[in-house]
């Protein structure tokens, strides 16, 4: 059977090297493939035909059946058009074109049955319909013609006339090629149980549907295959990994963890606490490699937790390694680690790209003997030359910072792959996490611990600012400090920002008896680290600046968050940001600014903010609103998020079922020699070599 999947788009009727290079640039359609699986955005049903007398400029598309009775040309120059007077005998509607009128006057004939199919409008108190498809009635067979597909296309496609209607003649074309029943890719038992229709059928419908019924079947279809292969991967994946490497065996609680925990504790553990420390305690006891993800909010404690874990590999004569993006952010943990620890005797120390040639030596030599119990550092950690001398133990914080493959170089610093304990603030909704980190066990820490008070949220008109610079005063004078947060650096005029630079001078006259701080992308590190200790010792009152401090320095002085622009920024964005504040006993405050005018979303974001603190019901609403391609982190996970079909905010259900019916597949068939399940091993190949899914067992 013909490949779809090597045959150049260039070979299909109708298409040719010219629109080839188009269809590349412009949709990334490459082969016979990629067109079949381009699918439609929206159906048009053509079987209804309407009155014209029923006709209002508020509809939708409307299909008539009548005669052109005259044609009129009217205005000058670029305002020039053709109207054509349209009747069915109910009454009069005006066809008008802005471009091509000749060729439109030499095709369309009067007194002719015509199906016209468009979208009305109101213009001068009368219902027109511009541009539309004009059919003859009698070579059109309106009972066939069913759902109509449309597809989304770009104004240069437009302009060189692949339109939503050329794609579909392209589409049919490539069906007539193919001349045959296209190849199942799901295994009988998986269709036969599952009740799927046919990939030949799904593929067929879903571009050339007749009723709802049928698309609806053909979309379920398309949508089960397409997550189904996602989570076949992952939990392939991590089937394998499972049982490629054996854990080392933390058997013991020690003398570390419970001095530690008797005598150091800044405070009682939460409910929430205690339950993630209990499953890890139970990973790392299981002979088994731990692969675990903690999810909690800014502040909830997961490096208490963190540091109980590092206690329990210290305890069986492990040493444990702290993996953190930034070197700021290192250099805090590292403080934070030690004041934690005060006299007991847990060796622990930083190693980041700043660390001097001279002060390297001693501590790679320590490293390697044993000497140092818990390393703290970026990137830098992950050179070959940084070896351990038994690594059981690697925490990540802000794992979307750091991809697969950087874990993966973490596991090669042991002949025994260390156990991986990974941590974001960043709240992650169930379906995004079963795909972005489904080979990860997940832990939620969902309480904050006592004394720590939920951060007051008010959305501000910028009409108002008067009022919000006299409130940030009063907390300065209590000795408090501010962010203030602006979506770009440079001036955009198209978005019509109020940009970092004018702004920063703005408050440096408003705040004229504090020192202001300016942090921003295009700055060095050393620059970006130097403006981020001045604020987190109190150098500075105000830290003007991007998003840079999302991923941050803890400053439990800081009270305030103003974020300017707010509605530039998704929820869990606008989250992450006031989660830089409420860090001390103060009450803390996030201001979220914009002008008077907004979209319903925006109106939507700002009020979701403005009553809720909980992140995971946060970012829900934000996968929602925004959908997954822009969640944070999604770029960075090493999955290929480019979902031809599925929709993770839509298809929570579909995702769970599919999730067990690939874990029935991986746990039958862990080596992936069924004869069974030969069809959905090959497809799962051939899919990671065309999307790139450069990891996983499969390859």
């Not at 606008?574 to 008077?596: K, N």
């Given at each position: 059977?013909?490949?779809?999947?090597?045959?150049?788009?260039?070979?299909?009727?109708?298409?040719?090297?010219?629109?080839?290079?188009?269809?590349?640039?412009?949709?990334?359609?490459?082969?016979?493939?990629?067109?079949?699986?381009?699918?439609?955005?929206?159906?048009?049903?053509?079987?209804?035909?309407?009155?014209?007398?029923?006709?209002?400029?508020?509809?939708?598309?409307?299909?008539?059946?009548?005669?052109?009775?005259?044609?009129?040309?009217?205005?000058?120059?670029?305002?020039?058009?053709?109207?054509?007077?349209?009747?069915?005998?109910?009454?009069?509607?005006?066809?008008?074109?802005?471009?091509?009128?000749?060729?439109?006057?030499?095709?369309?004939?009067?007194?002719?049955?015509?199906?016209?199919?468009?979208?009305?409008?109101?213009?001068?108190?009368?219902?027109?319909?511009?541009?539309?498809?004009?059919?003859?009635?009698?070579?059109?067979?309106?009972?066939?013609?069913?759902?109509?597909?449309?597809?989304?296309?770009?104004?240069?496609?437009?302009?060189?006339?692949?339109?939503?209607?050329?794609?579909?003649?392209?589409?049919?074309?490539?069906?007539?090629?193919?001349?045959?029943?296209?190849?199942?890719?799901?295994?009988?038992?998986?269709?036969?149980?599952?009740?799927?229709?046919?990939?030949?059928?799904?593929?067929?419908?879903?571009?050339?549907?007749?009723?709802?019924?049928?698309?609806?079947?053909?979309?379920?279809?398309?949508?089960?295959?397409?997550?189904?292969?996602?989570?076949?991967?992952?939990?392939?994946?991590?089937?394998?990994r499972q049982l490629r490497y054996v854990g080392h065996r933390f058997a013991k609680v020690g003398d570390m963890f419970n001095r530690f925990y008797h005598e150091n504790l800044p405070f009682e553990l939460t409910g929430a606490q205690k339950r993630v420390v209990r499953e890890i305690r139970a990973d790392v006891n299981s002979n088994r490699q731990m692969n675990r993800l903690i999810q909690g909010?800014?502040?909830?404690?997961?490096?208490?937790?963190?540091?109980?874990?590092?206690?329990?590999?210290?305890?069986?004569?492990?040493?444990?390694?702290?993996?953190?993006?930034?070197?700021?952010?290192?250099?805090?943990?590292?403080?934070?680690?030690?004041?934690?620890?005060?006299?007991?005797?847990?060796?622990?120390?930083?190693?980041?790209?700043?660390?001097?040639?001279?002060?390297?030596?001693?501590?790679?030599?320590?490293?390697?003997?044993?000497?140092?119990?818990?390393?703290?550092?970026?990137?830098?950690?992950?050179?070959?030359?940084?070896?351990?001398?038994?690594?059981?133990?690697?925490?990540?914080?802000?794992?979307?910072?750091?991809?697969?493959?950087?874990?993966?170089?973490?596991?090669?610093?042991?002949?025994?792959?260390?156990?991986?304990?990974?941590?974001?603030?960043?709240?992650?909704?169930?379906?995004?996490?079963?795909?972005?980190?489904?080979?990860?066990?997940?832990?939620?820490?969902?309480?904050?611990?006592?004394?720590?008070?939920?951060?007051?949220?008010?959305?501000?008109f910028r009409s108002r600012a008067d009022g919000m610079y006299s409130f940030i005063k009063k907390q300065l004078e209590e000795g408090r400090q501010a962010y203030v947060v602006y979506p770009l650096i440079k001036e955009n005029e198209k978005l019509d920002l109020k940009n970092l630079e004018d702004g920063y001078n703005q408050l440096c006259n408003i705040f004229c008896d504090y020192k202001l701080?300016?942090?921003?992308?295009?700055?060095?590190?050393?620059?970006?680290?130097?403006?981020?200790?001045?604020?987190?010792?109190?150098?500075?009152?105000?830290?003007?600046?991007?998003?840079?401090?999302?991923?941050?320095?803890?400053?439990?002085?800081?009270?305030?968050?103003?974020?300017?622009?707010?509605?530039?920024?998704?929820?869990?964005?606008?989250?992450?940001?006031?989660?830089?504040?409420?860090?001390?006993?103060?009450?803390?405050?996030?201001?979220?600014?914009?002008?008077?005018?907004?979209?319903?979303?925006?109106?939507?974001?700002?009020?979701?903010?403005?009553?809720?603190?909980?992140?995971?019901?946060?970012?829900?609403?934000?996968?929602?609103?925004?959908?997954?391609?822009?969640?944070?982190?999604?770029?960075?996970?090493?999955?290929?998020?480019?979902?031809?079909?599925?929709?993770?905010?839509?298809?929570?259900?579909?995702?769970?079922?599919?999730?067990?019916?690939?874990?029935?597949?991986?746990?039958?068939?862990?080596?992936?020699?069924?004869?069974?399940?030969?069809?959905?091993?090959?497809?799962?190949?051939?899919?990671?070599?065309?999307?790139?899914?450069?990891?996983?067992?499969?390859?």
């Open positions: 059977m013909l490949d779809t999947t090597t045959r150049n788009i260039k070979y299909l009727p109708g298409v040719g090297e010219q629109r080839a290079a188009l269809l590349d640039k412009e949709l990334g359609i490459r082969s016979l493939y990629d067109l079949l699986y381009y699918f439609p955005y929206k159906y048009i049903d053509r079987s209804r035909v309407f009155k014209v007398a029923e006709l209002g400029g508020h509809m939708q598309h409307v299909q008539l059946l009548g005669e052109i009775r005259s044609f009129e040309e009217m205005g000058e120059g670029a305002s020039r058009r053709l109207v054509a007077h349209f009747t069915d005998g109910t009454a009069f509607v005006d066809l008008v074109w802005f471009r091509g009128l000749k060729f439109v006057k030499n095709r369309l004939k009067l007194n002719t049955q015509y199906v016209v199919f468009g979208k009305p409008s109101m213009f001068n108190g009368r219902v027109n319909i511009a541009h539309p498809d004009v059919d003859d009635a009698a070579l059109l067979k309106l009972d066939n013609m069913g759902l109509q597909p449309y597809y989304n296309t770009t104004e240069r496609m437009k302009r060189s006339g692949l339109n939503s209607n050329a794609m579909a003649k392209l589409v049919q074309n490539l069906f007539t090629l193919l001349n045959r029943e296209i190849e199942e890719t799901l295994s009988s038992d998986i269709t036969r149980k599952h009740g799927l229709m046919s990939l030949d059928d799904a593929l067929r419908i879903i571009h050339f549907p007749k009723n709802g019924k049928e698309l609806q079947l053909a979309q379920y279809r398309l949508k089960f295959e397409e997550l189904f292969y996602i989570q076949l991967n992952i939990l392939h994946y991590a089937k394998d909010d800014v502040g909830s404690g997961k490096t208490l937790v963190a540091l109980l874990s590092m206690l329990l590999a210290k305890d069986n004569g492990y040493q444990a390694c702290m993996l953190v993006p930034t070197e700021i952010l290192a250099e805090q943990h590292f403080a934070t680690l030690r004041r934690m620890l005060g006299s007991l005797p847990v060796r622990v120390e930083l190693l980041t790209g700043s660390t001097k040639a001279k002060e390297r030596v001693p501590l790679f030599e320590d490293l390697a003997s044993g000497e140092i119990d818990i390393l703290v550092g970026t990137h830098a950690v992950l050179e070959d030359n940084v070896q351990f001398y038994n690594l059981g133990l690697v925490v990540i914080d802000e794992q979307h910072r750091f991809g697969v493959v950087q874990r993966a170089k973490m596991w090669a610093k042991n002949n025994i792959p260390p156990h991986v304990l990974v941590m974001t603030a960043t709240p992650i909704p169930r379906t995004l996490a079963m795909t972005l980190y489904g080979d990860l066990d997940v832990s939620v820490i969902d309480e904050l611990p006592p004394g720590r008070k939920p951060i007051t949220t008010t959305h501000v701080g300016k942090l921003h992308g295009k700055m060095k590190p050393k620059e970006k680290d130097e403006e981020m200790r001045r604020f987190a010792q109190g150098e500075t009152q105000i830290l003007v600046s991007t998003t840079v401090i999302e991923v941050g320095v803890d400053v439990p002085n800081a009270s305030v968050m103003v974020i300017e622009n707010a509605e530039r920024f998704g929820l869990s964005q606008l989250h992450q940001l006031r989660g830089r504040v409420g860090r001390g006993a103060a009450q803390s405050f996030c201001l979220l600014v914009t002008d008077y005018k907004l979209s319903e979303d925006t109106r939507k974001r700002m009020e979701i903010m403005t009553t809720s603190n909980d992140g995971f019901e946060i970012a829900e609403a934000d996968l929602k609103l925004r959908g997954p391609g822009d969640m944070e982190g999604t770029q960075q996970s090493g999955i290929a998020f480019d979902l031809k079909i599925a929709n993770l905010a839509r298809d929570e259900q579909i995702l769970k079922f599919v999730r067990e019916v690939a874990r029935e597949v991986v746990d039958a068939d862990p080596e992936c020699n069924h004869p069974q399940y030969r069809v959905v091993w090959e497809r799962l190949r051939m899919i990671k070599r065309m999307n790139g899914w450069n990891w996983g067992a499969i390859s």
